[in-house]
């Protein structure tokens, strides 16, 4: 698997969180997945990232797919949990996922900046099957 370019997100972005991560990872499992093109391929809604530190997986979730605010293909919605749809934009061929249980505990403990980087750099390794469900 080819993994996106972390440090390019980290000066995106401007600093690494465990949020930033996850949005690389799901936006590129999710194109590989629905097999759509970055940029114009894909839509992105993106339901319970409304607030900081949780919104970083937006920026993330740019950069993997090439949706974009100013494209206005990735948009967010209000909701309890994390739950991110994409959607082909030809075949109209959709996924949706979600945190696994033992990921948003992790995320839960990791409470000072120290801990925050350490566990983004173990997500940015782990597959992707091992941090995601399919809903
Ligand atoms: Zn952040």
Not at 5 to 19: D, K, M, S
Not at 46 to 66: E, F, N, R, V, Y
Not at 78 to 91: D, L, P
Not at 112 to 118: A, M, T
Request: glycine content about 10%; charged content about 30%.
């Amino acid at each position: 698997m080819k993994k996106p370019f972390l440090q390019r997100a980290i000066e995106f972005h401007g600093h690494l969180g465990p949020y930033l991560v996850l949005g690389l990872l799901m936006g590129e499992y999710a194109l590989r997945k629905i097999k759509a093109k970055p940029h114009f391929g894909l839509e992105v809604k993106i339901w319970g990232a409304s607030q900081k530190p949780k919104s970083c997986l937006i920026d993330g979730l740019q950069l993997s797919t090439g949706c974009t605010y100013g494209k206005g293909n990735i948009k967010k919605y209000n909701g309890k949990g994390i739950k991110v749809k994409f959607i082909h934009c030809e075949n109209k061929k959709d996924i949706t996922l979600a945190l696994q249980e033992g990921i948003i505990e992790k995320l839960r403990e990791a409470n000072d900046h120290k801990n925050c980087e350490r566990l983004a750099r173990e997500l940015y390794k782990a597959c992707p099957e091992e941090i995601f469900i399919l809903l």
